[in-house]
């Protein structure tokens, strides 16, 4: 079950080993007998390795041993959930419009890899498409991109019954309107709102406080370097500033995210060899990572064991 397969589940010692580790305590490694690393999920199927959201994707991941596969979800003319991220089909297709001014069918015949080198034909895929190619022990998370919410929340819930793949999939989305639609269906995980991590994020690095941390089963994602501009407010106006690059996932605010048992975290964009390590010292559950190719290597390597510096 994917909520068994992302459980920071100590091997033998405790996540606060590895915090101590990392925030200059007493020495202890990063490896598979102690702990587990952080897991590698493929952003929308590993966009650095093979056309983003596209059964070619799928299989590139795969092969290249990812552990989850992240992928975008939009509705077609028809209402049929689909892959695919930007507005307008013209960022990465050779068609232009929003998705959903074509059908389903329309868009299959559509290259989704005609901004891709070396160029070769992938189709936009259905969700059902790539739920029936993924291996079902293989988590699967959904980016839910399409606005208004509920007629794709339930077309997408509709997929996911026909499926039966409820337990091996999980809902984000950076449109809060999510977390209400998709209330109607019980057995949908869905990570919380992106306001309240950013907000709880900041909270930390700002104030060095930990209030109201998320509930116990909460997931919680966010970029694990981000650009953010910040406001102070005056009893005569503002000031803004902005912050290039901010880290807000440290030891900190991991250890604050999980006051409450089994709070699991994604840090988004982690795309080199340093900033995975450093994510697995500052004790996150799992990365979202462009290349699987280039990130799993690294994950390999740090399960034969890690000094955190």
């Known amino acids: 079950m994917m909520q068994s397969m992302f459980l920071r589940v100590a091997m033998g010692v405790s ?5 101590a580790a990392c925030a200059g305590g007493p020495a202890a490694s990063v490896d598979a007998h102690r ?5 590698v999920i493929a952003h929308r199927g590993g966009t650095g390795d093979a056309p983003e ?7 590139s991941a795969l092969a ?7 992928l975008t979800v939009q509705l077609s003319r028809d209402g049929v959930p689909v892959l695919y991220r930007p507005a307008d089909l013209a960022a990465l297709t050779d068609a232009h419009g929003p998705v959903a001014s074509r059908t389903a069918a329309e868009l299959a015949r559509v290259n989704a890899a005609a901004r891709f080198k070396p160029q070769t034909f992938a189709g936009v895929p259905t969700l059902a498409e790539a739920l029936a190619v ?17 007629p794709q929340a339930a077309a997408v819930a ?22 209400q639609a998709f209330a109607a269906w019980p057995r ?18 700002l104030a060095q406080t930990c209030e109201a941390p998320p509930s116990a089963g909460t997931w919680a994602a966010f970029e694990w370097r981000r650009s953010l501009d910040l406001t102070e407010r005056f009893t ?22 999980r006051t409450n048992a089994n709070v699991h975290i994604v840090a988004i964009a982690v795309n080199d060899a340093a900033d995975y390590k450093a994510a697995a010292c500052a004790g996150v559950d799992a990365v979202l990572a462009d290349s699987p190719r280039q990130i799993a290597p690294v994950r390999d390597a740090l399960r034969q064991g890690y000094r955190c510096p």
């Open 15 to 19: 996540i606060a080993s590895i915090l």
């Open 35 to 39: 702990q587990t690393v952080p897991f």
């Open 53 to 59: 959201n596209t059964l070619l994707a799928i299989g």
């Open 64 to 70: 290249n041993h990812a552990d989850a596969i992240w």
């Open 134 to 150: 993924i291996p079902a022990a293989t988590p699967v998370i959904l980016d839910m991109k399409a606005l208004p919410a509920a």
């Open 158 to 179: 509709r997929v996911l019954d026909q499926a039966g793949a409820w337990n091996r999939v999980l809902l984000y989305s950076t449109e809060a309107a999510y977390q």
């Open 188 to 205: 949908a995980r869905v990570f919380e709102s992106r306001d309240a991590t950013r907000g709880r994020l900041a909270q930390v690095a």
């Open 236 to 257: 005569l106006g503002e000031a803004h500033s902005t912050v290039a690059e901010a880290q807000l996932w440290s030891p900190q605010a991991v250890q604050c995210f």
